[in-house]
């Protein structure tokens, strides 16, 4: 069936370095990959998304890039801040109302 | 535009209980969006409505969780009756198309513990 990958499951960085979070996904007729930030206790958030027809998106100190013939996506973020801790979610859908979620990756940034 | 909105925040309520967690979504949204977080299984989709339809229900866990859309500004979530294990945080969602080109947009979720 239909599956994102995500890793790592946890990631420590010192505060102003870059973190990069990595997700696979199964479905090639995925097109569209948003990326979810959660603070602790809060909604997930959309904070950056890609579609399969672009390869790089930026948006400040967040990067998402994609390649479709792996079928993988990654979130750069960088010159991080402690406010930049939270747990990130992935997701790829294909077009229609199902988002298919990572399993989540809990940031911490190290002051 | 004041988001999605969910009642209650948390509830507290006894094994064999009825529970109705509410949602009001972004007006002007087609589509609303239920889903459970737990840590074990991370964000599962149980319904999705479209044009206050209920379209997909394959991940509603049992007989026992039921979800309404009464109208376009307005839909329910019911377990009945509750157990320990349906403890979760319970998002709805809402967005302007499927998801496929646009985010979605979050409730702030209610917390249900079951006892």
């Known amino acids: 069936g239909e599956n994102v990958e995500q890793h790592p499951s946890t990631l420590s960085v010192q505060e102003g370095d870059s973190a990069v979070i990595k997700c696979t996904y199964s479905?090639?007729?995925?097109?569209?990959f948003p990326w979810y930030k959660q603070e602790l206790g809060k909604r997930p958030q959309l904070i950056i998304d890609?579609?399969?027809?672009?390869g790089e998106k930026k948006d400040q100190r967040i990067a998402v890039t994609l390649n479709k013939t792996a079928k993988h996506f990654s979130l750069h973020i960088t010159e991080t801040q402690p406010e930049d801790s939270a747990v990130y979610f992935c997701?790829?859908?294909?077009?229609?109302?199902?988002?298919?979620f990572g399993t989540g990756t809990r940031l911490k940034v190290l002051a | 535009d004041a988001g999605v909105i969910q009642s209650p925040r948390h509830e507290v309520t006894e094994m064999g209980q009825e529970v109705t967690l509410r949602c009001k979504p972004i007006?002007?949204?087609?589509?609303l969006f239920w889903y459970r977080q737990t840590m074990m299984r991370g964000l599962e989709l149980l319904i999705y409505?479209?044009?206050?339809?209920?379209?997909?229900d394959s991940g509603m866990p049992e007989d026992r969780f039921s979800a309404k859309m009464p109208n376009a500004s307005f839909s329910t979530l019911k377990i009945q009756p509750s157990e320990p294990r349906d403890s979760a945080v319970y998002f709805c969602?809402?967005?302007?198309?499927?998801?496929?080109?646009?985010?979605?947009?979050f409730g702030s979720g209610t917390r249900l513990t079951v006892v």
């Open positions: 969602a809402s967005s302007l198309t499927g998801g496929g080109l646009d985010g979605y947009t």
């Open positions: 479905d090639s007729a995925s097109n569209y």
């Open positions: 890609i579609r399969s027809n672009v």
């Open positions: 997701a790829a859908s294909s077009g229609t109302y199902k988002y298919i």
């Open positions: 007006s002007g949204h087609d589509y």
């Open positions: 409505f479209n044009n206050n339809v209920p379209i997909d």
